[in-house]
T-cell receptor
Framework: QQQVKQSPQSLIVQKGGIPIINCAYENTAFDYFPWYQQFPGKGPALLIAIRPDVSEKKEGRFTISFNKSAKQFSLHIMDSQPGDSATYFCAAVAAGNKLTFGGGTRVLVKP | GAVVSQHPSRVICKSGTSVKIECRSLDFQATTMFWYRQFPKQSLMLMATSNEGSKATYEQGVEKDKFLINHASLTLSTLTVTSAHPEDSSFYIC??????????FGPGTRLLVL
């Protein structure tokens, strides 16, 4: 049973475009939502994270939007660059520190 | 961010042998580390939670006698794949708990069992 649903599975944008990745969850015990970026053959790297009492958070070109009532959150990559081409995972954490990952989104930014 | 290393980065072994993978937190102490497995084009699957000085907690379906975990110090956890078989070939990734919720991941270890 996938507790964090992530969509789309893949997307392609032109350089400068804004890829948007969406995640939804059911477990209301989740109280911390990180996003990870993974390049092929590498481990995931923490990008940005948000708590449910915040509706939006920006770090550089990465923005998380959070809708607590809908139990949904999304990642926007502003002014995307070819170097942003990677797989992005949303995740959620409840008590116990365990990360529950979404299925991942492969993003390709074309020059 | 905090730095986590893994060694080796890739290993090839013969079926039936055991392989040990090390995970180190380089610039912080981690009482809790996690081990994941990742198949191509798939998400990370949590295998076990490793706590310093105590027995690891394994996720449902993970054989604890096959995947031995030792967390002997606050900066080192090891995963030993015992009697490895081709189906154990995978990308193994560790992470270390830096704060209450934040995990930093290692670069991963590619295991190929022939």
């Amino acid at each position: 049973q996938q507790q964090v649903k992530q969509s789309p599975q893949s997307l392609i944008v032109q350089k400068g475009g804004i890829p948007i990745i969406n995640c939804a969850y059911e477990n209301t015990a989740f109280d911390y939502f990180p996003w990870y970026q993974q390049f092929p053959g590498k481990g995931p790297a923490l990008l940005i994270a948000i708590r449910p009492d915040v509706s939006e958070k920006k770090e550089g070109r990465f923005t998380i939007s959070f809708n607590k009532s809908a139990k949904q959150f999304s990642l926007h990559i502003m002014d995307s660059q070819p170097g942003d081409s990677a797989t992005y995972f949303c995740a959620a954490v409840a008590a116990g520190n365990k990360l529950t990952f979404g299925g991942g989104t492969r993003v390709l930014v074309k020059p | 961010g905090a730095v986590v290393s893994q060694h080796p980065s890739r290993v090839i072994c013969k079926s039936g042998t055991s392989v040990k993978i090390e995970c180190r937190s380089l610039d912080f102490q981690a009482t809790t580390m996690f081990w994941y497995r990742q198949f191509p084009k798939q998400s990370l699957m949590l295998m076990a939670t490793s706590n310093e000085g105590s027995k690891a907690t394994y996720e449902q379906g993970v054989e604890k006698d096959k995947f031995l975990i030792n967390h002997a110090s606050l900066t080192l956890s090891t995963l030993t794949v015992t009697s490895a078989h081709p189906e154990d070939s995978s990308f193994y990734i560790c992470s270390a708990l830096w704060s209450k919720e934040t995990q930093y991941f290692g670069p991963g270890t590619r295991l190929l069992v022939l």
